[in-house]
């Protein structure tokens, strides 16, 4: 053989060694990178499998969230089939046997105060094929109340899957709480909006209607404008739809909310704008803007001697749009304007409380009011939020 076609053996052994070599640094990474043992694989895949089911949970405990969750907690089970209870029936079945679904009801109104895991073996059936004969049914306490059974279904009930299914039991009580601590938030954030709203009543809208009351007879057509505007606002505070609404529609309703103070305090109210066209579309609360404004006016301006101004700010910063209300007037205590904010001591200022709220079970802490004011010093309040965030 020639010197030739031994280097190209040589070369050819060399680029194999080298792919060989590369193979196993490759698999090496993967399998640091991946799953160690199966154990861990069965773990990841476990931990899915309860994320599926929990999504469809979020929302409590019916019969649409039941019947999409079954299959994924049969999975977890691995029974031919099992059932979700409420308190009075059956919500979902998934799986064979669902001829036994009397007797399921049955047991689980028998066993529902018990509060314990109950084991049934006496499931009646004239198919020798069937998958079904017994019952382990595990109780669902939410706050202890029992709210329904989760029901694992076989041929031979075991000490294992009994304390499986009570282990899932527990975890399906859990999401089943979050959602009702969710709705009870939510339900709390309505009535704050709802007393937020009733604060505009009382003061402003009998200010407003005094301020265009006087010019009925001097002046019939500023008169006529300012009941527009008034019309207006009021029909965009009380408004009955979504829990949030663009920047720029909050600032046509803090322009009509200005428009009509400054029929009441004339020359003493200055307003400056500044808005970044881009931030206009970001989703904010509604009535997160107005009522920072009207409390700069209220309790920063109206008390102050001689004129005051308010500067609204929207900037885009990045992936947030930053909206800042700050005012020239009489400032506050920062101690007092915090208690405010963490509903410590009540006040005329429940807007500060109300929107800070808001922000923060909408967005997260991180999205709260930040204030800054000393006596004397006027006021400056910021929130920032995402501008590409879902439907707040």
């Known amino acids: 053989m020639s010197s030739q076609g031994q280097v190209t053996i040589v070369l050819a052994v060399g680029a194999a060694l080298v792919v060989l070599l590369l193979w196993q640094v490759l698999r090496r990474r993967n399998l640091q990178q991946g799953f160690v043992s199966e154990r861990d694989r069965a773990t990841y895949e476990t931990l899915h499998t ?9 929302g409590g405990l019916d019969e649409s969230g039941a019947e999409r ?3 994924h907690l049969r999975e977890l089970l691995a029974t031919p089939a099992i059932a979700l209870t409420g308190r009075r029936r059956i919500l979902a079945w998934d799986g064979v046997g669902d001829h036994h679904r009397n007797q399921v009801h049955d047991a689980a109104v028998e066993h529902l105060g018990d509060g314990k895991v109950a084991v049934v073996n006496t499931l009646e059936c004239n198919d020798p094929d069937c998958q079904v004969r017994s019952a382990v049914l595990a109780p669902i306490r939410v706050r202890d ?8 279904l076989g041929e031979h009930p075991s000490a294992g899957l009994s304390r499986a299914t009570e282990e899932v039991a527990g975890w399906i009580a859990t999401q089943v709480e979050l959602a009702d601590l969710s709705a009870d938030r939510t339900r709390a954030m309505e009535a704050e909006l709802r007393a937020l709203r009733a604060q505009i009543s009382p003061h402003f809208i009998y200010n407003s209607l005094g301020a265009i009351a006087s010019f009925v007879r001097t002046d019939p057509d500023r008169a006529r404008e300012l009941l527009l505007e008034f019309a207006d606002f009021t029909r965009y505070a009380l408004r009955q739809g979504g829990a949030s609404t663009t920047v720029a529609e909050e600032l046509r309703n803090v322009e009509r909310y200005l428009v009509l103070e400054q029929a009441r305090f004339g020359e003493r109210l200055q307003l400056r704008m500044k808005v970044a066209p881009e931030v206009l579309p970001t989703r904010v609360p509604y009535l997160a803007i107005q009522p920072l404004v009207e409390n700069a006016v209220r309790h920063g301006l109206a008390p102050k001697a001689g004129t005051g101004t308010v500067v609204l700010t929207a900037r885009d910063v990045g992936a ?4 800042s209300v700050e005012d020239d007037g009489v400032g506050s205590d920062p101690e007092r304007i915090q208690q405010v904010l963490d509903g410590e001591t009540r006040t005329d200022s429940v807007g500060l409380g109300n929107v800070d709220a808001r922000l923060r079970q909408t967005y997260g802490d991180e999205h709260g009011l930040v204030v800054e004011t000393a006596p004397g010093a006027g006021m400056k309040v910021t ?3 995402p501008k590409f965030a879902p439907d707040a």
Do not use: K, T
Request: proline letters at 4%; zero cysteines.
């Open 50 to 58: 309860a994320s599926l089911a929990g999504r469809h949970l979020s």
């Open 69 to 71: 969750a079954l299959p």
């Open 145 to 152: 109340s029992i709210v329904g059974q989760l029901v694992a």
């Open 320 to 323: 947030e749009a930053e909206i």
């Open 383 to 385: 929130f920032r939020v």
